[in-house]
């Protein structure tokens, strides 16, 4: 009898024991999985997310003219002999990218089940520029010289300015979310989020306004 009453006080104290146990467990709080996925993505250091070829056919025109002053009057006139034209097509390489050395916990919003991660600024930077010296075309009056190589590669230049302009019209910003949303998603996925329960944006005021102040100058 006294085996029987020992050994249902021993069961009584497992069966106890296991239910704080449990108890104790379902009051722990959840693990805070933000801090080791900023870490993560901070990994991803510079990350490259699409590369653009731009081609542009620059054109300049010039008129040797004649100025002076008659009769208290100043002025100039156009040559009709002192024109020249010509024109240049560039290519240019351009890379986009996000930089996620930065990258912190003020990048990351969490409501409920949902997660959103706000990216850095995208960088655009102009990889390299050719000029196709075979297809160069110059017309030039008989009075006037051709262009010098100083003065095509300042005209190569203005056409670089003329295609980072364009920038905001080739959708490389939206790209460039894509692009990012893709490789962010399987890491935080391993945190345990589904892919429908994540949201990879830039921030709210975000527009194209910033992209000149966002363009790096050739690597």
């Known amino acids: 009898m006294r085996k029987y009453i020992l050994f249902l006080v021993i069961a009584f104290l497992i069966i106890a ?7 104790g467990q379902e009051n722990l709080p959840a693990m ?6 900023v870490m993560q993505i ?3 250091s510079r990350l490259y997310t699409s590369e653009y070829q731009v081609h542009k056919i620059v054109t300049f025109a010039d008129t040797m003219s004649v100025s002076g002053q008659f009769l208290s009057k100043k002025f100039k006139i156009g040559l009709p002999a002192g024109k020249r034209r010509i024109a240049i097509p560039v290519t240019a390489s351009i890379k986009a990218y996000i930089d996620f050395s930065k990258f912190s916990s003020a990048n ?18 102009m990889t390299s520029t050719e000029i196709d010296h075979k297809h160069v075309k110059q017309k030039v009056s008989f009075f006037r010289s051709k262009f010098s190589d100083e003065e ?11 295609i980072l302009r364009t920038l905001p019209h080739l959708g490389i910003a939206e790209n460039a979310r894509q692009s990012a949303a893709r490789q962010l ?31 790096k100058s050739i690597e």
């Open 17 to 23: 024991c296991g239910k704080g146990s449990k108890a």
């Open 32 to 37: 805070d999985t933000i801090p080791l996925m």
């Open 42 to 44: 901070q990994k991803c």
């Open 108 to 125: 990351v919003k969490k409501k409920g089940n949902q997660i959103e991660i706000i990216l850095p600024d995208p960088q655009f930077t």
């Open 152 to 162: 095509i590669t300042r005209i190569q230049q203005q056409g670089r300015t003329d």
């Open 185 to 215: 998603i399987p890491i935080i996925e391993q945190m345990g989020y589904r892919p429908e329960e994540v949201i990879i944006t830039f921030r709210q005021d975000f527009n194209w306004n910033d992209i000149p102040s966002l363009i």
